[in-house]
């Protein structure tokens, strides 16, 4: 039962475009999501995160709108540069347990094309 | 101020045996949580430690298992592995967890490849 899915398993943009990454979730009881950025062999990068209290977050190039009613997010990166190239992961949490246990979703690998 | 810290970084063991793999968290942390990341299975939540107690587990065998001592050290053993268990083992650690708002920050991970 994948309770957190990223349905792209891969996005190309141009360089100075903007990169739209989505993510869907399941389950009604998560209330703080997560983005990382992952390359081979290395532990995710904390990029952005926002709790369900919140439909938007925003740091730099990175803002992350949720949508509860939809149980959707998504991670917008403007303008996109060739460094972003990496694998983005969406994670979310139950948060009225106070729990280290995040759920992962599959990943969509990002190609930010020069 | 150190990140969290995996070691070892690169190992490979024999099916049967087992492994330990060591992480120390940021300082100041209390919750360290451990990950399995495959290609097939993605990332995997195995459990998570808060002031030396399991807080939460995942849905892995009983081979799978850890530890957390009072400096917030934390150690994850497998015992008789199997091909399977090739994965990077990824340690994270936050200062509470998720649930308050605390960031989960991760490891570079232990790549353990069993032959």
């Known amino acids: 039962d994948q309770q957190v899915k990223q349905n792209s398993p891969s996005l190309s943009v141009q360089e100075g475009r903007i990169s739209i990454l989505n993510c869907d979730y399941t389950?009604?009881?998560?209330?703080?999501f997560l983005w990382y950025k992952k390359y081979p062999a290395e532990g995710p990068t904390f990029l952005i995160s926002?709790?369900?209290?919140?439909d938007k977050n925003e740091d730099g190039r990175f803002t992350v709108f949720l949508n509860k009613s939809a149980k959707h997010l998504s991670l917008h990166i403007v303008p996109s540069q060739p460094g972003d190239s990496a694998v983005y992961f969406c994670a979310a949490s139950k948060g009225s347990s106070n729990t280290g246990k995040l759920i992962f979703g599959q990943g969509t690998t990002l190609q930010v094309k020069p | 101020k150190a990140g969290v810290t995996q070691t070892p970084r690169y190992l490979i063991k024999t099916r049967g045996q087992q492994v330990t793999l060591s992480c120390s968290p940021i300082s100041g942390h209390r919750s360290v949580s451990w990950y399995q990341q495959t290609p097939g299975q993605g990332l995997q939540f195995l459990f998570e430690y808060f002031s030396e107690t399991q807080r939460n587990k995942g849905n892995f065998p009983g081979r799978f298992s850890g530890r957390q001592f009072s400096n917030s050290r934390s150690e994850m053993n497998v015992s008789t592995l199997e091909l399977g268990d090739s994965a990077l083992y990824l340690c994270?650690?936050?200062?509470?967890?998720?649930?308050?708002?605390?960031?989960?920050?991760f490891g570079e991970g232990s790549w353990l490849t069993v032959v």
């Open positions: 926002i709790s369900s209290i919140k």
């Open positions: 994270a650690s936050s200062l509470e967890g998720p649930g308050g708002g605390n960031t989960i920050y």
């Open positions: 389950n009604s009881m998560f209330d703080y």
